[in-house]
């Protein structure tokens, strides 16, 4: 529970946000294994009346995500919709959503959160060679064993460092 309280999930380089569930993390921190979910970052612009898109999970590609939306856009099963666009500029990433008039944005976004990748899973798997052999992990397990071989890097090199030494004064007595 301590580990928790310090490392509360993994950061992802996309950002989005982790749907945090402890018990899960707790499940994925013990024992090496588990899943969560991850949900994009969005904001409504009532102005442009659209919904843009921020940040999107770390596994998920905004070509599918454009894809995928267009596509239930043609075929009817988001009408509240008028276009998908990629918006992206020297500010970052964005995806944006062009609204009809009357569409409600969070209906809109609980549509694409199922159907597309902007909501999906992030399985773990922590798998760690430890002394050639594979084994599966928890993070405190991962920890201790990376202690364990940076311990022995600094003894080895110390140990090298040492000889060298030692040869080097064997040649001047």
């Known amino acids: 529970d301590r580990l928790l309280d310090i490392i509360?999930?993994?950061?992802?380089?996309?950002?989005?946000?982790?749907?945090?569930?402890?018990?899960?993390?707790?499940k994925i921190y013990t024992?090496?294994?588990?899943?969560?979910?991850?949900?994009?970052k969005y904001e409504y612009v009532k102005s442009d009346n659209s919904i843009d898109i921020l940040e999107?999970?770390?596994?998920?590609?905004?070509?599918?995500?454009?894809?995928?939306?267009g596509d239930m856009v043609k075929s009817g099963k988001l009408r509240e919709v008028n276009d998908v666009r990629d918006a992206i500029d020297l500010h970052g990433f964005k995806l944006t959503i062009e609204l009809k008039k009357d569409a409600d944005?969070?209906?809109?976004?609980?549509?694409?959160?199922?159907?597309?990748?902007?909501?999906?899973t992030f399985d773990c798997n922590f798998n760690i060679l430890v002394e050639g052999t594979p084994?599966?992990?928890?993070?405190?397990?991962?920890?201790?064993?990376?202690?364990?071989?940076?311990?022995?890097c600094v003894v080895r090199e110390l140990n090298y460092e040492l000889k060298k030494k030692e040869d080097k004064l064997e040649l001047l007595l």
């Open 8 to 26: 509360k999930a993994p950061d992802f380089a996309g950002g989005a946000q982790i749907i945090y569930d402890r018990e899960q993390m707790r």
């Open 31 to 40: 024992t090496g294994i588990g899943n969560f979910k991850m949900r994009a």
């Open 56 to 69: 999107i999970p770390y596994s998920s590609s905004i070509e599918a995500i454009m894809k995928k939306a």
């Open 105 to 120: 944005p969070e209906l809109v976004m609980q549509k694409l959160f199922a159907a597309t990748e902007l909501e999906n």
């Open 135 to 152: 084994m599966q992990l928890g993070v405190k397990d991962i920890l201790v064993e990376w202690i364990k071989f940076r311990m022995n």
